[in-house]
């Protein structure tokens, strides 16, 4: 099993600003996935952020959006830059164990811009 | 691209009550695997589902899998104020990713 922190929990932002948020995990893990979703709604992957190689974005998120850091096996982060309304969301990072069949969640971070 | 049904996208119902959610694909799935998330919490994955015919329980839960392995449905026998939540069908695509349903969000009224 994985158990994943997120930080911060929520946070309110003013349009154009920048907001970054972390995922921890209590143990190494490869595979590591970003998501976007809003509340009552199914998940939105956003890319996929493995150790030891760029982020690969699903269609319709691009890098320079949502700039993805992963320096170690426990650790990553994703920043939504220049925010607008559109991006109040709720963003969940996700893990699947090495020999496991489950992803793990963290608990979000809930985003609002005003 | 494998895409997911999940039906009904809303339930609000007694205490009491039985229900049944739906997961549905024009695809067979390789397995199936069924989550519920809380507000404030990130999904939290109740069953995996893989051979085709197969029938799983988890208390008043009974997860089953269709024959063909294009369809699954969960089952709630009784519902509880507890068992309110997002239930979230997803079924595991390439490099571990997870395709997923567009959700239920259940409502169970005391």
């Known amino acids: 099993s994985a158990v994943i922190s997120q930080k911060p929990s929520r946070d309110i932002c003013q349009r154009g600003t920048s907001l970054t948020i972390q995922c921890q995990v209590d143990s190494q893990v490869t595979m590591m996935f970003w998501y976007r979703q809003q509340p009552g709604q199914s998940l939105t992957l956003i890319a996929t952020?493995?150790?030891?190689?760029?982020?690969?974005?699903e269609s319709g998120f691009v890098i320079d959006k949502f700039p993805i850091s992963r320096p170690n096996l426990t650790f990553s982060t994703l920043t939504v830059s220049n925010m607008s309304p559109e991006d109040s969301s709720i963003y969940l990072c996700?893990?699947?164990?090495?020999?496991?069949?489950?992803?793990?969640f963290g608990p979000g971070t809930r985003l609002t811009v005003l | 691209t494998q895409l997911l049904e999940q039906s009904p996208q809303f339930l609000s119902i007694q205490e009491g009550e039985n229900l049944t959610v739906y997961c549905n694909s024009s695809s067979v799935f390789s397995s199936l695997q069924w989550y519920r998330q809380e507000p404030g919490e990130g999904p939290v994955l109740l069953v995996t589902v893989v051979t085709g015919g197969e029938v799983k329980k988890l208390k008043r839960l009974t997860f089953q899998f269709g024959d063909a392995r294009k369809d699954s449905s969960l089952h709630i026998t009784a519902a509880q104020p507890g068992d309110t939540g997002l239930y979230l069908c997803?079924?595991?695509?390439?490099?571990?990713?997870?395709?997923w349903g567009a959700g239920t969000k259940l409502i169970i009224k005391p």
């Open positions: 996700s893990v699947w164990t090495s020999g496991g069949n489950e992803q793990f």
């Open positions: 997803g079924s595991v695509h390439s490099n571990y990713q997870l395709i």
């Open positions: 952020a493995n150790q030891g190689s760029e982020a690969t974005y």
